[in-house]
């Protein structure tokens, strides 16, 4: 299992054309990624793990006309500073809606995948007047009865604990992220080993490795428990569009659902043949669903 002749990656992935900075925002380094027009329309794009900005590389080298795409690595991922705190998701909101601040982004689009969808709804439930719209992939909404969610919870079950517990040492020690990674694509020529690499030993730092098992520690010791005892009902305005990966062993669809969904204009788009990772297998669809929501909002916007 060991495969210690491997590091963390020092260096952020090249991706031709971005633009790299630092920005400290309450108390976190923040590194971001952005592409397009320094004027062009703000498109927030969050990642989740096991990955960092890199995961939104095709919009990054290649963004969409008239957008400016901002990848941040969220605290403690990639190549961003470790956070004051011990990755409540409330707490990793609030960084980043400080970080829109410090970069003078009064209202974006926003875009995640994973945890950064997880972040990305607690941000739109909070300050909803911040976000044009939402386009969120493979990530559970809000609003999951409890009958869907025990009947999911053994997915959970199968890495998630092993993660809060060991997940310093599997990360950094072991090929686990690897293999897990790889597992996840149904379209097996999408999982590219180099970019696989990338991601998973990034995670071999000891920051990164520190952040993921929070995030897992912290989701399962604080914010399970505060979901059960307090179910989410409020209910926001704004687009929000998922689109699903309907291969996803770790995030079952009916999670996402439209029917269960409290949001006054929430839509579902199943992705079939793709799983968890949409940014990486499908990023023709990520691209075009950014379009689409883009044109949306911004007639919207001129109508009202």
């Known amino acids: 299992m060991s495969d210690t002749g491997s590091t963390a990656l020092s260096e952020p992935p090249v991706i031709p054309g971005v633009r790299r900075s630092f920005v400290e925002a309450r108390g976190v380094w923040f590194h971001v990624t952005e592409a397009g027009p320094v004027d062009g329309r703000p498109v927030v794009v969050l990642h989740g793990w096991p990955q960092h900005h890199y995961a939104y590389r095709d919009l990054l080298a290649d963004p969409p006309e008239g957008l400016r795409i901002i990848a941040p690595d969220l ?19 609030s960084d980043v809606l400080a970080l829109l601040d410090v970069l003078e982004l009064p209202r974006v689009l926003l875009v995640g995948h994973d945890w950064g969808g997880y972040i990305g709804y607690r941000m739109v439930l909070r300050e909803s007047a911040r976000f044009d719209g ?3 992939m493979n990530m559970a909404h809000p609003w999951v ?6 009947r999911n919870l053994w997915r959970f079950l199968l890495y998630q604990p092993l993660i809060a517990i060991a997940g310093v040492p599997l990360q950094q020690r072991t090929t686990f992220l690897r293999r897990m990674i790889s597992a996840a694509f149904t379209d097996r020529s999408a999982a590219d080993p180099a970019v696989i690499r990338v991601f998973a030993d990034r995670f071999r730092d000891p920051v990164c490795a520190r952040a993921a098992t929070d995030t897992y520690r912290t989701f399962w010791l604080r914010e399970i428990p505060a979901a059960a005892r307090n179910p989410e009902r409020r209910r926001p305005t704004i687009p929000i569009r998922a689109v699903f990966g309907m291969n996803d062993a770790a995030v079952h669809h009916s999670m996402a659902a439209a029917e269960t969904a409290r949001a006054e204009d929430y839509t579902f788009e199943p992705v079939t043949g793709c799983g968890h990772f949409v940014p990486d297998e499908r990023p023709d669809v990520l691209r075009a669903r950014l379009i689409d929501l ?10 009202s």
């Open 75 to 93: 605290p403690g991922y990639g190549w961003s500073g470790a956070p004051p705190h011990r990755w409540a998701k409330d707490d990793v909101a």
């Open 134 to 136: 939402y386009l969120v």
């Open 145 to 150: 009865p409890t009958g869907t969610a025990l």
């Open 294 to 303: 883009a044109a949306e909002t911004k007639r919207r916007e001129s109508a």
